[in-house]
């Protein structure tokens, strides 16, 4: 069966720009993402670039990560950089104590990260430990990467290898500050962020924006006080992962009932409300739209698979489908949105990249990659708001949106749509109302099952193909979309 829907899009309204770092990614010390998934080492088997794996990095490097945030998480306000840095075997080991106690050899420190971001051509996101450190420690770290004299420091940084500083443009203040990183009040909280922030200097000519911690899911008040009380704001961060049915009871990875399928995409939409009321906060401490949000958690959370500190999961077509809908979402609420971070880049959450355990060759790209590849267009991109009319999507007594979509311009001119059909058994027929097209082609991600999965024997098992079902009839766009769908068209 095919229901029918329209999408009308506004190419008059070209005035928000769709920042690249909304596809940013997220790397911390937890499980197997950064060892033996990002960091092998040089001396591993695994083909590597100079101890990347050199897979994993064409990989990120293919949907044109924008930006990386590290080292965490609830790692980072454990962490201490002196740690991380010198020859790699005499860094001292270290516990992990949020993720399981494993012991932490702290081989892969500031330089590895900062030179990752450099083969990646992305730009570096740091979250600065204020539940455990100081603000001398914060200072000297920041001199250590980024001063251009020389200071005892930058000449410790450059005896390690290091001659120039590095950038680093963004500067998170802290880590869940609610909860792993200090269980504080917003009021404590936001006393240390206007502390530390004096000593988060401009050192040369690094300028980075600095991000204060934000609320978790719905706690509004968080974000008004440290809004309200804080100086020196220039970001604010903000989490959400999407579970089902609750954060006490997460369902399986590979679940694939029909009420697990439409529940996840429930939640998956509840952040355009959180973004909403984040915007009107937003606006009214600042109406001026000086300071950004940064969205850098986000994505879904199952049952874990591999022990509960390695938060390993599985990712089907319907992780791919909450990450396309948070994207049209995201790109709605632009003006506000600077950047987001999808937890985590491998082996961890949503991942787009899982590997094989030990150090092994095989890795395989998620349906979440996939997605992140069809959505880069949209990178930079001018955003042109997209109206849709479709059908409810109702499961027992639960209704939600059918179909997702969002547009935006290219600088070549061309307009790119994606559009998400939520259904799980029902395709829909699209009418696309938009001025000056006489062409379209493009690309789909859709699967034979609600719970399809690449694993490593079987790679390929939800990848996007050519699209072959949109067509142009006078001034028309037609689009019939297969249930469980994403799709980017670009029209010409
Ligand atoms: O991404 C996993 C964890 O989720 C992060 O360490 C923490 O910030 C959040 O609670």
Known sequence: MSAKATIRIDTFKAEQRISRHIYGQFAEHLGRCIYDGIWVGPDSKVPNINGYRKDIVDALKAIKIPNLRWPGGCFADDYHWRDGIGPRDKRPRTVNIHWGNYVEDNSFGTHEF????????????????????SPTEMRAWLEYMTFDRDSSLALERKKNGREKPWKLPFVGIGNENWGCGGDMTPEFYTNLFNQFRVFARDFGPNHPIRIACGPNVEDYNWASVVLKNGRGVQGLSWHYYTHYPNWQTKGAALADDVDSWQGMLEQALRIDKILTRADAIMDSADPENRIGLYFDEWGTWHRTEHGDSALYQQSTIRDALVASVHFDIFHKHC??????????????????????????????????YHVFDLYKVHQDATYLPATVVANDYVVGGRKIAGVSASASRSEDGNVNLSITNLHHEDGVDIDVEVAGV????GKILTSATLNAHNTFDKPSEVKPTGFDGASVKGGTVRVSLPARSVVTLTLS
């Open 114 to 133: 900062m030179d990752l971001c450099e083969l990646l051509g992305c730009d570096p996101y740091i979250a600065f430990n204020v539940g455990s450190g």
């Open 335 to 368: 003006r506000r949105l600077r950047m987001t971070n999808i937890a985590q880049t491998v082996n961890v959450l949503q991942a787009m990249i899982l590997t094989e355990v030990g150090g092994q060759n095989r890795m395989v790209l998620t349906p979440t």
């Open 438 to 441: 006489t062409r379209v082609s």
